[in-house]
């Protein structure tokens, strides 16, 4: 008020209660009537703009403006922004991961569950997760580059967990790579409908649902390798052929 060049009266108030306001009760006039000024013993502590600038600079970054960037610069959802942000160490896990991959979603999604459900389980910190934040983004970036499917992400998890190993050396020793191969996919695709024909009957007979038992009964023949985008494609085809 005294910037905007105001006049400040100096007042004691009483509230009531049943109006839900307050009302003046005395107005004094100066300031050494209410018995304040400056101490004599205490020194002035003048905060200029460069201190404070300083000191701004020196902090860490604070949860409500990591959560807004998340928002911003990651396209993340409320929501996920807020759970992200819950701990520094989280958030921190969270962006290192980003160091190896830039589906900003599908990170969240495996640190809010995954990630989150073992360091609960165990109470743990994130920094004392086994799955370093790295290995995480490895394996996402396994999925969208197609080697291996989100099935076999999550089936690999756990001995990531437990062995700390990274998700490419894992999927090698086990010959996990995800099946692309139209021809080999094709020869699967067809075993299962000739070893089913009443349900290929089905489908074509307008039951599409059908077609979640075809895709299953070819994941399991594959071990959940068949890459599902393809299946789904070739599988669709086969059946109109059969017309």
Avoid: C
Wanted: negative net charge.
């Amino acid at each position: 008020m005294v910037e905007e060049g105001k006049t400040i009266i100096q007042q004691t108030l009483l509230w009531n209660a049943d109006l839900n306001n307050v009302f003046p009760m005395r107005t004094k006039e100066e300031a050494h009537d209410y018995r304040y000024f400056p101490d004599p013993d205490l020194m002035p502590v003048i905060v200029d703009e460069k201190w404070e600038n300083e000191i701004a600079m020196s902090l860490p970054e604070l949860p409500d403006v990591k959560k807004e960037r998340f928002i911003n610069q990651f396209s993340l959802p409320k929501y996920d922004s807020e759970i992200l942000t819950s701990s520094r160490e989280l958030a921190d896990y969270y962006e290192q991961v980003l160091n190896e991959t830039n589906d900003y979603k599908t990170a969240s999604n495996w640190v809010m569950t995954e990630v989150l459900k073992s360091v609960n389980e165990n109470k743990i910190s994130p920094k004392e997760f086994n799955v370093t934040p790295q290995n995480l983004g490895k394996l996402i970036s396994l999925i969208n580059k197609n080697t291996i499917s989100s099935k076999i992400a999550k089936d690999i998890f756990p001995e990531m967990i437990q062995s700390g190993k990274d998700p490419e050396s894992i999927v090698k020793e086990k010959n996990l790579v995800q099946i692309s191969d139209s021809s080999e996919l094709e020869s699967m695709i067809d075993k299962i409908l000739d070893a089913n024909p009443k349900d290929v009957q089905d489908y074509l007979g307008g039951k599409e649902k059908a077609i979640g038992f075809f895709v299953g009964q070819i994941m399991k023949e594959s071990k959940g390798k068949a890459n599902p985008q393809i299946v789904n494609q070739l599988l669709k085809s086969k059946l109109e052929s059969r017309r």
